[in-house]
């Protein structure tokens, strides 16, 4: 025991030695001349400390894209048993007909898509010719003004991306119908969203026209806060509050993404049980196919003989 801790300990005042001098001095023989060798060792820190250095100054995901993470809502859809609620979507389209219209698009979704699920087909052809399309042309070749039909994608805010930087100060309001899929969290990140302005902490100072958020990464966004009590009003008596708007209108942009959704599961649970129903025949089935092949013999028989 004795002789094996003295071994350890030499080894480790070699080591240590080693370490305890990292530059090794050689003078010249010249009188004007010296050079100094450095241990291979301290250029192995120094390499290590300048790379970490220049990862960190040149990565810009260290404060740029910074955010706080969304919370896990109970959504109702969220279940595998469960559907859409149908009138939480039609709470939402309020939401986003009355406010959120003015700055975002639906580019994938048209009137007709509403038709069922929103609401009914007259509902839907009153809503549509609310709003003014470009029809044409005529027997004259001319375009003309007409209302709205089920067969026209729902109006654009604005007609190109310059026109909505041109009026939201510089920034570009993303087209919402794809925004559940375009987002890692989802309905979470949508709802955490537009319930999470609050004003900045202290020591932070916002630029003019930027708008503090800590979901949005930065926690820096150009929209400002879209959301305040009783700004809409519910047709079935619902309280519009902050968080039942933002949650309505959640739900509406996860139909839009995934609008078969609720046609998805039924028949994804239809094929699930159709499944399970033919595993015992299709059993039975092939061991009585492959009952010849797995209890066949084989047997070799005697010559005659006249074949020796």
């Known amino acids: 025991f004795f002789y094996w801790d003295s071994r350890m300990m030499r080894s480790s005042v070699r080591v240590a030695r080693k370490f305890a001098q990292p530059l090794n001095r050689s003078v010249s023989t010249s009188a004007n001349e010296s050079t100094k ?20 100054a040149s990565s810009p995901s260290f404060s740029a894209n910074e955010a706080l993470p ?18 939480a979507i039609r709470r939402g389209f309020t939401v986003y007909r009355e406010v959120c219209s003015a700055c975002h698009s639906l580019r994938h979704v048209y009137w007709r898509h509403l038709v069922g699920v929103v609401g009914t087909e007259e509902e839907v052809k009153e809503w549509a010719s ?17 209302p709205g039909a089920l067969t026209d994608r729902m109006p654009l805010a604005y007609p190109n991306d310059d026109a909505a930087r041109a009026g939201n100060g510089g920034a570009l309001p993303p087209e919402l119908s794809l925004m559940k899929k375009a987002r890692p969290e989802g309905e979470n990140y949508i709802f955490s969203l537009l319930t999470g302005y609050r004003d900045p902490p202290y020591g932070v100072t916002m630029r003019e026209g930027m708008h503090y958020n800590p979901y949005f990464p930065g926690s820096a ?57 033919m595993i015992f025949p299709t059993f039975y089935w092939k061991r009585f196919k492959w009952a010849v092949v797995h209890t066949r013999q ?9 074949f020796y």
């Open 130 to 146: 609310e709003y003014i399309y470009e029809g044409g042309p005529d027997s004259n070749g001319e375009m003309f003004d007409r």
């Open 298 to 306: 084989v047997r070799f028989a005697e010559l005659p003989k006249r």
């Open 221 to 277: 966004i150009g929209m400002a806060q879209a959301l305040f009590d009783d700004m809409v009003e519910y047709e079935d008596g619902t309280e519009a509050s902050i968080s039942q708007m933002a949650k309505d209108v959640s739900t509406f942009l996860c139909w839009t993404a995934e609008p078969e959704h609720d046609e998805r599961k039924r028949l994804g649970w239809k094929a699930l049980f159709f499944t399970a129903l």
């Open 70 to 87: 969304a919370g896990n809502y109970p959504w109702a859809h969220k279940n595998l048993f469960t559907a859409f609620d149908h009138m």
């Open 37 to 56: 060798s450095v241990s291979p060792y301290a250029f192995a820190l120094l390499g290590a400390a300048a790379a970490t250095g220049i990862a960190f």
